[in-house]
């Protein structure tokens, strides 16, 4: 976070040394009295400066809305030059008074040209310390704004996350569990080969739930491991076309969409030897990662609300990677993700 105060000392610093270049210690003048002279110049601008910074902040507080800039901007500029003109004239005077003599022009206090000048000046410092104290005070709502938003884009993520693994887990788990029951007892060695691929399954479930983005190659070892189990249960009911170019495989994904889609189709199609369900895994126009299966819908029906795509779309939506497009056609259900070529994205 930009440290004001530094910015505000800066600032002073500047106008103090513009005023000791613009007032050298005439010939004849002691160091004594030309330090005085400089001290109170500094006390003088400090005060006007960090005075100028007290009234802005407190115009923000009778003008706050952001629509109301210009009506703040004119209220600490008034207040601002009343306070900082009558000071110059304090400091011009110490000047005259240690330095022992009359600036050209202002020894008549009826002449228009001694106001005119410390109207210039004071509108000048005003100016200067006015904007200052705004840019300061804008880019700290610009970073309070960016935080609560990153903030609450990191809270709908894990909520997401957290109802996706709560969707999956225990339905999956289940139905994993029967299958592995009936292997036991049917074929010992793949039962063995199932509980490995299962682990592989469960341990991507909760590494992958941390992350908002993983490399595809990576979510594919998980769908290999995933599609076991599946094709373990249904046998040759379901088949699996995975025509993924491995250039693709570098790119991002949301963790575990693929398998949400995939079960999402298995849910809500009818799955046998004689009637397989056929899913496609590829790329469409170089542009997305299609998912693609037959409609041959259940006669029983599923009720559905749909948690898994909204999962899907709310996720792309926050990570501000792209629209998902949803074909639900007359013989294929078709979703499309867009590629993420980085894993850094603007929310």
């Keep these: 976070m930009i440290?004001?105060?530094w910015i505000h000392m800066t600032g002073i610093g500047v106008l103090v040394l513009l005023n000791i270049l613009g007032n050298p210690i005439p010939e004849g003048i002691s160091w004594t009295s030309g330090l005085w002279v400089y001290l109170i110049l500094t006390t003088i601008?400090?005060?006007?400066?960090?005075?100028?910074?007290?009234?802005?902040?407190?115009?923000?507080k009778y003008h706050p809305d952001p629509s109301m800039v210009v009506k703040r901007l004119i209220r600490s500029l008034l207040l601002s030059i009343l306070l900082v003109a009558p000071l110059m004239r304090i400091s011009d005077l110490a000047i005259q008074y240690f330095y022992q003599t009359e600036q050209a022009g202002l020894d008549n206090p009826a002449s228009w040209s001694i106001y005119i000048f410390y109207l210039?000046?004071?509108?000048?410092?005003?100016?200067?310390?006015?904007g200052v104290t705004e840019a300061i005070h804008y880019y700290r709502q610009l970073r309070t704004i960016e935080k609560e938003k990153e903030?609450?884009?990191?809270?709908h993520l894990e909520a997401q996350f957290a109802g996706l693994k709560q969707q999956v887990n225990?339905?999956?788990?289940?139905?994993?569990?029967?299958?592995?029951?009936?292997?036991i007892r049917i074929d010992p060695g793949k039962a063995e080969h199932f509980v490995e691929e299962m682990s592989q399954v469960y341990r991507y479930l909760l590494q992958s739930n941390q992350d908002e983005l993983i490399?595809?190659?990576?979510?594919?070892?998980?769908?290999?491991s995933y599609l076991h189990l599946l094709q373990t249960r249904f046998?040759?009911?379901?088949?699996?076309h995975i025509q993924l170019p491995s250039e693709y495989y570098k790119s991002w994904i949301p963790p575990l969409t693929l398998q949400l889609l995939i079960e999402n189709a298995v849910k809500h199609n009818e799955v046998s030897t004689g009637n397989p369900l056929q899913i496609w895994l590829s790329v469409f126009e170089g542009r997305s990662i299609e998912v693609k299966n037959n409609l041959q819908r259940?006669?029983?029906w599923v009720p559905s609300e749909k948690v898994g795509l909204t999962n899907i779309l709310t996720k792309y939506q926050l990570l501000g990677a792209g629209e998902v497009m949803i074909l639900d056609q007359d013989d294929y259900f078709i979703v499309r993700l867009p590629i993420i070529q980085k894993k850094t994205l603007t929310a």
């Design 170 to 183: 225990p339905h999956f788990l289940f139905n994993s569990l029967n299958s592995l029951s009936s292997l």
């Design 215 to 224: 490399t595809l190659e990576k979510e594919m070892d998980f769908i290999h």
């Design 235 to 240: 046998g040759n009911g379901l088949v699996m």
């Design 151 to 155: 903030a609450l884009h990191r809270m």
């Design 3 to 5: 440290q004001a105060r």
């Design 120 to 130: 210039f000046n004071a509108l000048i410092l005003c100016i200067t310390a006015v």
């Design 45 to 60: 601008i400090a005060f006007q400066w960090l005075g100028v910074v007290w009234i802005t902040k407190n115009s923000w």
């Design 298 to 300: 259940k006669h029983l």
